[in-house]
């Protein structure tokens, strides 16, 4: 999209530098002054464009807001107050059909005292609002990084998660490996199995566990059963000394269709372990 973002009457030059870079976070490059009352190209806003430094030496001047807007065929003011004989600001959100379908839109921001006064909004068909809490003003980078973003980078429909879930007859596996493992510690019996049983299913379906985790719970379970055994036959539930364990844990480990089940949850979730920590 061809979207330039004009800054009326800017007065320091961190905040031209800032706007700079928030503009090439969300995809812009057309960056355009009106009247500003300090050095765009000052080591402060090179300093505060940090990458953005080329689009900012790249950025045009322009005396009046009507000679910065000549060449646009949309232009979309940016105000947080509503003002008679003008139409109430919209949501970002509901204008961006309008910006996507222009062949040369405009964004549109204030001084940083003032934001635009009404002569400036005259010259904008649509005016737009950031929604914010009852404290509504905005640092101008800011303002500039939200509103490009509903209009560059904001999404009509989110992208559909492709997730397979666990069939249900792995999972009626797993819920029978449960029940034995249940009994077999005694966190149950035969009178309130059903039940209780009843009860973890309602909280692990609604987990809606992928085949992956539901191996990986499964192997929990056998390394519950190895324990209890383990202890059975030694006749004790103290862990094995150091001599016997060496330094691996107890029980079987991970062998390699487990040890795969594993790297599979953690690809599954994006980032870090199956714990839910990130990996360094």
């Not at 940090?50 to 940016?78: C, I």
């Not at 549109?108 to 006064?117: A, D, H, Q, Y």
């Not at 914010?132 to 509903?150: F, I, M, R, W």
Request: overall charge negative; charged content about 25%.
């Amino acid at each position: 999209m061809n979207l330039a973002v004009v800054l009326v009457s800017p007065k320091t030059p961190g905040n031209i530098g800032s706007a700079a870079r928030a503009m090439l976070n969300m995809g812009a490059q057309d960056l355009r002054l009106v009247a500003p009352r300090c050095d765009h190209l000052d080591s402060q806003a090179v300093a505060m464009a940090v990458h953005a430094a080329d689009l900012l030496r790249g950025a045009r001047v322009y005396p009046t807001l009507r000679e910065a807007l000549a060449d646009r065929d949309l232009s979309v003011g940016t105000t947080a107050r509503l003002r008679a004989d003008l139409a109430p600001p919209q949501h970002p959100a509901y204008v961006r059909p309008l910006v996507r379908a222009a062949a040369a839109p405009a964004l549109v921001f204030g001084p940083e005292e003032t934001g635009l006064i009404n002569s400036d909004l005259e010259q904008c068909q649509v005016a737009v609002r950031i929604p914010t809490g009852d404290y509504a003003s905005l640092n101008l980078a800011q303002a500039v990084l939200l509103v490009c973003y509903e209009f560059l980078q904001g999404q009509e429909d989110l992208p559909e998660r492709q997730r397979k879930t666990a069939t249900r007859e792995e999972m009626e596996s797993m819920y029978g490996h449960l029940h034995e493992a249940m009994q077999l510690i005694g966190y149950t019996d035969a009178v309130r199995a059903r039940h209780t049983l009843r009860l973890w299913r309602a909280l692990l379906d609604r987990a809606l566990m992928s085949s992956a985790e539901s191996r990986l719970f499964r192997g929990l379970l056998r390394q519950v059963q190895w324990k209890v055994a383990d202890a059975a036959a030694r006749g004790t539930a103290e862990p094995r000394s150091a001599d016997q364990t060496g330094p691996q844990l107890d029980g079987p480990q991970l062998d390699g269709p487990e040890a795969a089940e594993l790297e599979q949850v953690e690809a599954d979730q994006g980032q870090g372990g199956a714990d839910g920590l990130p990996r360094s």
